[in-house]
Nanobody, 120 residues
């Protein structure tokens, strides 16, 4: 079992910045990757960014490249998402997720989500 707790959401004006943090606990020693997803009202959940644990490779959705940065802190067991130059279309509930082991292909544990609202 893995538990994920997000924090850092809020309301910001367009052009502003927010930093989301996801703290992982439980059986995380064999994780393959951790990522961030988002879901806007009336839309399907979409991929935002991920970091692969062994390699440190990072991947981003085209819509956030150059504006968002994913990072990790092994000591704190956290994954952060720094979001700059925010746009109203970034408004969504942001979810942290983990691929908990090398045996799984899909993200199998999810946080409860944190709301990000960008006003124009």
């Amino acid at each position: 079992q893995v538990q994920l707790t997000e924090s850092g959401g809020g309301l910001v004006q367009a052009g502003g910045s927010l930093r989301l943090s996801c703290k992982a606990s439980g059986r995380t020693s064999n994780r393959r990757s951790m990522g961030w997803f988002r879901q806007a009202p009336g839309k399907e959940r979409e991929f935002v960014a991920e970091i692969w644990w062994k390699s440190g490779n990072k991947y981003y959705a085209e819509s956030v490249k150059g504006r968002f940065t994913i990072s990790r802190d092994n000591a704190k067991n956290t994954v952060d998402l720094q979001m700059n130059s925010l746009k109203p279309e970034d408004t969504a509930v942001y979810y942290c997720a983990v691929r908990s082991s090398v045996l799984v292909d899909a993200y199998d544990y999810w946080g409860q989500g944190t709301q990000v609202t960008v006003s124009s």
